[in-house]
C-alpha cells in the first residue's frame, strides 16, 4: 500500500517531520511518501494562503494518481482543497482537521483545539462545524506563535502549547487535546504524557486512517459530489496545472 502525505506548505524540513511520525505507526508493507508542492507559501496560516497552495497541492495530487497511490493525507490543519482534491483521486483522501476531530470525538465527550495564530481559530471552529464535530468541540485556543517557529528551538513553542492544552483541560471542560497544526506532529507524544490526557496529532490520525480505508478496500464515491471534474476548458495557467 503506497500513501502520499501532502504538506501544502513548500517548508521541507517540517514536511520531513510529518514523514518520520507517520512512518512510526503504520503497519508493515504501507509506504508513506512525504512531499512539499513545487510552488506555494512557506506556511499556511489564513484564508489567502491556503488559496495560493491550492495549485501545488493539486498538482501533487494529479502526480500521485498517474503514479498509482492508494490513499492521500493533507497535512495542514485547514484541510485546504480536500473537496477538490477528492474529485481527483480514485482512493480515499482525508485532511489532518477531520481525521483528528473524529478521533478525538471517539476517546471523549469533548475536545479542545490548541493551535498557533489566534486568526486561525475562526477557521477552525468553521472546519467543526462542517464535519459535524461541533458538538464535541468545547474550545479552540491559540498560543500565538507562528508556524514556522514552530521548528525554532529558541521559540520556546513546546512549553508554551503544553501549558495551553493543560488550561484547556481545566477551563473548558475538555477530555482530549486535538493540536491544531500538522507542524506540532513531533510534540503529540510528550505533550501528552506531560498533561496526562488523550493529545490526538491530525498526521497520524490521518494516515491510519487512509491505511484502514484501503486495506478494507474502499475508494472515494464518483456517483455525485466528488465525481471526476467535467471535462472543460481552462484558461492560463489553470489551463497548465489542468494539462499536468
Known sequence: MRIKLINPNTTV????????????????????????????PASIEGYYD????????????????????????????????????RELARGPVLGIAEAA??????????????????????????????????RFCRNVRAVDIPVLE??????DARRLITDECRRALAEDGS???????????????????EIGAPVVEGVVA???????????????SKRGDFAYPLPKVYAGQANQLNAA
Open 13 to 40: 524540513s517540517m514536511t520531513e517531520a510529518m514523514g518520520r511520525c507517520a512512518r512510526r505507526v503504520v503497519a508493515p508493507g504501507t509506504e508513506v511518501d512525504a512531499v512539499s508542492p513545487a510552488t506555494g
Open 50 to 85: 491556503e488559496a495560493m497552495a491550492l495549485p501545488g497541492l493539486l498538482a501533487e495530487i494529479k502526480r500521485g494518481e498517474n503514479a498509482g497511490y492508494d490513499g492521500y493525507v493533507i497535512a495542514c490543519f485547514g484541510d485546504p482543497g480536500l473537496y477538490a482534491a
Open 101 to 134: 476531530m473524529h478521533a478525538a470525538s471517539m476517546l471523549g465527550t469533548g475536545f479542545s483545539v490548541v493551535t498557533t495564530l489566534a486568526r486561525t481559530c475562526g477557521m477552525a471552529w468553521h472546519l467543526a462545524e462542517n464535519y459535524g464535530m461541533k
Open 150 to 155: 514552530l521548528e525554532n528551538p529558541l521559540s
Open 175 to 193: 477530555e482530549v487535546i486535538v493540536l491544531g497544526c500538522a507542524g506540532m506532529a513531533e510534540l503529540c507524544e510528550s505533550i501528552g504524557r
Open 206 to 220: 490521518a494516515v491510519k486512517q487512509v491505511e484502514a480505508l484501503v486495506a478494507m478496500g474502499l475508494r472515494t
